[in-house]
């Protein structure tokens, strides 16, 4: 899997957005960009996934440059919840559903001040 | 559904002794496998498998057994415990039809001493 490239932690208020940025500048036309995230003390859990076109789920939007070289996980109103560490991993789209795993950086951590 | 669920949450081992993480998932999953945790790190891939009797290694899979029987269960071994296993295991499962979406268990805390 192509490697991505995170800030190693980013810090927002409550109730306003977030941006959080991923780059891949070495991308393959078939890499699938997903986010996830892991609470303090919990297991990583799925955020969203695109591969070129803008994508929006109820927690969070991906919006993907038209390059496709990077990538931003934007929370529209951050809550204090949302901290946590986030991260942006690249899925070849031909690699069977995932059943090898996924490869994580070390990612963002995401701290939300009151 | 009660999704991935891990036993036991805490575990302490003595170096040498061997024990046995439990992993079961309810969703019917094809694909299951195993990851660590250690401190401000993100999870590395140690074994998984893509479905019943069929099981590969992942990036760190040196001290750890597995076998997959049901479909359902997913146990990692470890036969000879070291210091350096103290870390935090998560196991997963997806399917080629949930998008390839992993869903994660809660994770076992061990501590080698």
């Known amino acids: 899997d192509a490697k991505t490239t995170q800030p190693n932690s980013m810090e927002s208020n409550e109730e306003e957005p977030v941006h959080l940025p991923c780059n891949h500048s070495?991308?393959?036309?078939?890499?699938?960009i997903h986010w996830y995230r892991q609470l303090p003390s919990q297991g990583p859990e799925y955020v969203i996934h695109?591969?070129?076109s803008n994508v929006n789920n109820r927690m969070a939007s991906l919006a993907i440059a038209e390059d496709r070289k990077s990538s931003t996980l934007i929370l529209h109103r951050a809550t204090l919840r949302d901290a946590a560490v986030y991260y942006c991993?690249?899925?070849?789209?031909?690699?069977?559903?995932?059943?090898?795993?996924?490869?994580f950086g070390k990612g963002t951590h995401l701290i939300i001040q009151p | 559904n009660a999704g991935v669920t891990q036993t036991p949450k805490f575990q302490v081992l003595k170096t040498g002794q061997s024990m046995t993480l439990q992993c079961a998932q309810d969703?019917?999953?094809?694909?299951m496998s195993w990851y660590r945790q250690d401190p401000g790190m993100g999870l590395r891939l140690i074994h998984y498998?893509?479905?019943?009797?069929?099981?590969d290694q992942g990036e760190v899979p040196n001290g750890y057994n597995v076998s997959r029987s049901t479909t359902e269960d997913f146990p990692l071994r470890l036969l000879s415990a070291a210091p350096s296993q103290t870390s935090v295991y998560f196991c997963?499962?997806?399917?080629?039809?949930?998008?390839?979406?992993?869903?994660f268990g809660p994770g076992t805390r061990l501590t080698v001493t």
């Open positions: 991993i690249l899925r070849d789209g031909y690699s069977g559903g995932g059943a090898d795993g996924l490869t």
């Open positions: 997963a499962s997806s399917s080629p039809f949930s998008g390839e979406t992993q869903y």
């Open positions: 969703m019917n999953h094809e694909y």
């Open positions: 070495t991308i393959s036309g078939t890499d699938y």
């Open positions: 695109g591969l070129t």
């Open positions: 498998s893509v479905g019943a009797g069929i099981t």
